[in-house]
């Protein structure tokens, strides 16, 4: 039975079809311009053997649209298509080199040029300008020098154009103001000085702005606020002066407005509560002035608020509690005063909240009991009082709690020992009393527990002993008695141990000789008795020890004397005896020695004048002959 008619048409049309895109795609491969393969094969020859390597695709001229990194297309020339080198993406290939013998007359008709993220030097020549096609050039992540060239504005089909993270210097020319197709500008981190030019204002597509990270100065311009597609606006870490323009709350699609790092003065201008998509407002480490606009209230949509490091004052807005979906809210340093807002405890999605070194007030709001994202809460450096809220316990993701120099009085609550993802606890300066909780052993995962300057008293828990990552116990300044714990030996990451200025008694447990990252241990001002272990001699690490104004016995340790990096030793009033041994020459790093008010006799050792580096030597109220020679 023979096919219909029909049938064979359409299969005769379809073999027609497939041979004539096979012969056109033959024909593409082979009738690339030779110029266009050469410039290339030129501009390979220049760079180094790491990218002759990364490039040994690159060899065979009548095919250079199969080569890494080479995308073709057709254009057209003398009514006729022919296939041409549309694009270059190399990214991330290690290629080194320069760009000055890449002949871009040749390469008229690239689209994209991508050679992003190699070790690519010196300066972006001026010949660019000739690749009027170009729709993307990225050059980021290189050791590209020199200044941008003006030429550049002649690339009017230009969309995107990212040159960070290189060593460009000298001035953002005017002429960037041509490219009117631009839709991303990213110039940030590099060595750019002088204004943000004007002209900028006439990219009417760009959506994406980061001159992040260099060193421009000036005012903001206001002609950014005429770019209202502008979805992200990035002027970070520059030298930016005045104030914010008001005009930028007419940029209603931005997202993300970074002007942080710089000097802006004035206030916080209302207009950004205009910006009902934003996402992340960072206004930080400048020198804005004046009160926090309640009308920020508005952006609900924002998860980060950066106000930090600035001169605010005035109180926290309580409209701040309706930003539910804020996750990052940073007001430190700054001269808020006033009281924490109970609804702060709305805001669930929260996981960083730094209120410290301000002048806030009154108690802590038991509502950030609700706030069960948390993992940093800063609210140190403030005039807060009251108790710490039992219900604290509720952060079982707090990582870092931070409340020091406060006046907050009343126990440390138990609860804390739910914590157990806590790292590190600042409780310092403030006026608690009542005994450290047995708890605190619970938390595992501790780094560094500060609970200096209270008026805690009781004895130093054994449970110490469990917090097996520890790094810096620090209790001095309370009046805790009792003995020091055996326990404290297990504690093998300690670099610092102060328990100084308390009441403790008893002796120096020898188990601290176990402690062989200890590098700082202040037991100074409390009633031990005994000798001083010869242990403390294994702990290499040691730069200071003070174990003055206690009741210590029995000689000084030899083995002290072999603590290369020691700098400060102060066993001044004390009950020791014996010699001075002469070993303590060998501590040739010592800068601090101190022996003053003991029973000590016999001759100053003549291997003392081994310490070149002391600059304070206090040896009074002793029975010594003999001096340093």
């Known amino acids: 039975m023979e096919p219909p008619p029909k049938m064979l048409a359409s299969l005769k049309i379809t073999i027609l079809m497939m041979m004539m895109a096979s012969s056109v795609a033959l024909a593409s491969v082979a009738a690339v311009p030779g110029g266009q393969a050469r410039a290339l094969l030129v501009w390979k020859a220049s760079l180094d053997n790491q990218s002759q390597h990364a490039l040994r695709s690159w060899g065979n001229m009548s095919s250079p649209c199969n080569w890494r990194g080479i995308t073709c297309g057709t254009d057209v020339h003398r009514r006729r298509r022919r296939p041409v080198i549309s694009g270059i993406s190399l990214r991330e290939m290690r290629l080194g080199g320069t760009l000055e013998s890449l002949n871009f007359s040749s390469l008229r008709t690239l689209t994209r040029l991508d050679l992003s993220h190699n070790h690519i030097a010196r300066s972006i020549p001026p010949s660019i300008e000739v690749l009027g096609e170009l729709r993307a050039l990225l050059l980021q992540g290189n050791q590209i020098r020199g200044s941008i060239p003006l030429g550049l504005g002649n690339l009017t089909k230009l969309r995107v154009l990212m040159l960070h993270e290189n060593e460009v210097s000298g001035e953002i020319p005017m002429h960037i103001g041509d ?156 001269t808020l005063t006033g009281f924490i807002p109970n609804n702060i405890g709305n805001l669930t999605k929260l996981t960083i909240l730094y209120l410290q070194e301000n002048q806030i007030s009154r108690h802590i709001p038991q509502e950030l009991g609700r706030l069960v994202n948390l993992e940093d809460l800063k609210l140190g450096s403030n005039a807060l009082t009251g108790p710490i809220p039992n219900c604290l316990d509720n952060l079982t993701k707090l990582t870092i709690w931070d409340i020091y120099d406060n006046q907050l009085s009343g126990h440390i609550p138990r609860e ?75 504690l093998t990451k300690l670099t610092s141990l102060c328990l100084d200025s308390n009441q403790l008694s008893g002796h120096i447990p020898l188990e601290l000789g176990y402690l062989e990252n200890l590098v700082d241990l202040n037991l100074r001002n409390n009633t031990l008795t005994g000798s001083i272990p010869n242990g403390l ?46 070993e303590l020459g060998y501590s040739v790093n010592l800068e601090y020695l101190s022996l003053r008010n003991n029973s000590l006799t016999g001759p100053i050792p003549n291997s003392l004048g081994n310490l070149t580096h002391l600059y304070k030597l206090d040896f009074g109220q002793n029975q010594l002959s003999g001096q340093i020679s």
């Open 179 to 334: 490219m009117s197709n631009l839709e991303t500008l990213n110039f940030s981190i590099n060595h750019l000085v002088g204004h943000i030019p004007s002209e900028v204002g006439h990219l009417k597509r760009l959506v994406r702005l980061d001159l992040s990270n260099n060193n421009l100065s000036g005012q903001i311009p206001r002609e950014l606020s005429w770019l209202l597609q502008l979805e992200i606006l990035d002027l970070d870490s520059n030298m930016l002066i005045g104030s914010i323009p008001n005009s930028l709350g007419n940029l209603t699609n931005l997202t993300t407005l970074y002007l942080r790092g710089n000097q802006l003065s004035r206030q916080i201008p209302r207009e950004l509560s205009w910006l009902l998509q934003l996402e992340i407002l960072n206004l930080d480490s400048n020198m804005l002035i004046g009160s926090i606009p309640n009308s920020l209230g508005n952006l609900t949509n924002l998860t980060t608020l950066y106000l930090h490091g600035n001169q605010l004052s005035g109180q926290i807005p309580q409209e701040l509690g309706y930003l539910e979906n804020l996750e990052k809210f940073s007001l430190w340093y700054n």
């Open 416 to 490: 804390l020992g739910y914590l157990e993802n806590l790292e590190e606890l600042w409780l310092c300066d403030n006026t608690l009393t009542g005994s450290i909780p047995y708890s605190i052993g619970n938390l595992t995962k501790l780094t560094a527990l500060y609970l200096y300057s209270n008026r805690l008293s009781g004895h130093i828990p054994r449970e110490l002993g469990h917090l097996e990552n520890l790094e810096d116990l620090e209790l001095s300044n309370n009046a805790l008695a009792g003995s020091i714990p055996n326990s404290l030996g297990n």
């Open 537 to 582: 001699g294994n702990l290499t690490n040691f730069s200071t020890l003070y174990l003055d104004s206690n009741q210590l016995s029995g000689h000084i340790p030899r083995e002290l004397g072999y603590l290369e990096y020691l700098e400060e030793l102060v066993l001044s009033d004390n009950q020791l005896f014996g010699h001075i041994p002469r």
